[in-house]
């Protein structure tokens, strides 16, 4: 099984349009998953049922018995965090703050703190035409969000049998979130734009990248507002070593797809056949098919 | 006054709103640009400057292998599993999973542990134009703990009268970071359901807090009304929409401020700013 995850480092390159159209256009059956779980949005572009769905618990939390509590503060003061509040001599843990850490548990001389688990989200399986999908919904404000991730891979992984491709919609950024998306892929699809801030956030992901072992390749999105930075981002990739496998012109059929809930990949326009020759060479270069 | 950009999708135009919202500013009075997205800061390329830098480092333990007895203690302690003990001392430490909750170094009955800093990022410094001031922080590639970074270029802001912070996409933990202490939001989005989704996601983080907020509608497009269906529904005002537009295109890729080639850009960010300030409650 060939595991492909899509991301970018910067935001809003179109990575959940790419990632979708590979779904479209690869034979079936294949396994996808939602790795962006602050902002879901795979599911938007495919058609699916829902399997099954079910709660997720990323790290225990504190909390403080009040009938046991005895005020000395211990807890606040080796708090890293700032997670615990006083009010009128009554302590209590922020959960925003509180990390799981446990130091307050090991420190409370009256044993009045205990860790519980706290809901952080909730995991999806979906069946759609092309086969399962994972996605996931992260409670907002949650700390948990690299956790998520991984247990959406899992989540579809467990699932799968003989199917060929693994293909995942991967979060914006390099921190926790990515860095736990692209662990354990063969490789990493980049879609670009051709913008100062495109090329910015590109070469800090490809170092990021670098850490692991997997081939990364590029796509320059909308690569004809900006000629000059396209050949700017060309040029990066080529002293990286990267292959550039598509550059897709900007084109409002992509947005009208976006507006229908499709992959562009369904209608014909410019954009669609570059994503095509895109997916072809990709296809041949990691012997999907 | 505390106003903070962010989005929940990525790309929707926060630091394009940020940045040229700071320049409009700038005529009238000094601004503080703190840059919270840590994982891929844009501002300083919209104001390039040299300037200098800190580190942001975080604590971690040493283990002192002559008085580490292997009694495991640390590794018990340890919620994230950074800690493993081997047959010899000292333990096999991970790094990248320490949270620096210093539970391990409490808990050792040899005093075989002590910290020391370990970098994870740097706060860069820089007055790229007059009356502009830019913090940006920077997580360095590889590393996880933004929420640190964020905090650390948020406390050397301290208290500037006019801070706009730009924050990163998504609803996790270092979106909170950013947005906590901020006297208003500006959410910004784009007339697509990609948008609009991601709209009552980060919607829902700004109501958590509590924070005042607002919406921006970029790319945007009389075809899609939803988000605006969305806004009135939820008692948000739609601040400002910018269409798709290719010559704003061209600017922002070129790492350019439409407010500043488009003058009728900058009276539209200077009017934002008075719009917000009322509606935050702020005379100033």
Known sequence: MKKIVVISGKGGTGKTIFTASLTDLIPGPIGIADCDVEAANLALLLEHVDVRSRPFSGLEKAGITQDLCVGCGLCKVNCRFDAIECQDGEYTVDPVHCEGCGVCVDICPEKAIVMGPMRDGTIYLSRTSKGLMSHAELCAGSGTSGLLVDQVKKEITGEMGDEKALIADGPPGIGCPTISAVS?????????????SGL????????MARGFDIRLFLVINKYDLEPGMSKKVEDYASKEKIPVIGCIPFDPAVVDAVRKGIPPTRQDSPASQAIRSAYDKLAEMMELV | MNI?????KGGTGKTLVAANLAYALSDQK???????DVEEPNLHLFFPQGGYELPVTTPVPVFDADRCTGCGRCAEV?????????????????EKLCHSCGGCEMSCPEGAIHEEER???????????DNIILISGILDEGEVMAPR??????SYAGGHPTTILDASPGIACPVVEAMQGADYCILVTESTPFGLHD????ESVTRCLGIPSGVIINRFSEEDDQVTDFCRSKDLPVLMTIPFDREIARIQNTGGLISESMPAYREKFADLFSRVTSAGGFSR
């Open chain 2, 30 to 36: 000094e601004v503080l640009l703190v840059d919270c």
């Open chain 2, 4 to 8: 903070i950009v962010a989005s929940g």
């Open chain 1, 200 to 207: 910015h956030d590109l070469e800090r992901l490809v170092r």
């Open chain 2, 119 to 129: 970098a994870i990022g740097k706060i860069r410094f820089s007055n790229p134009r």
């Open chain 1, 184 to 196: 354990g892929m063969d490789a990493a699809v980049i879609v670009t734009e051709p913008s100062v």
């Open chain 2, 199 to 202: 709209l009552a996601l980060a």
């Open chain 2, 78 to 94: 340890c919620r994230y599993g950074a800690i493993t003990v081997l047959k010899e001392p000292p333990p096999l430490f991970f």
């Open chain 2, 149 to 154: 970074v964020i905090a650390a270029a948020k």
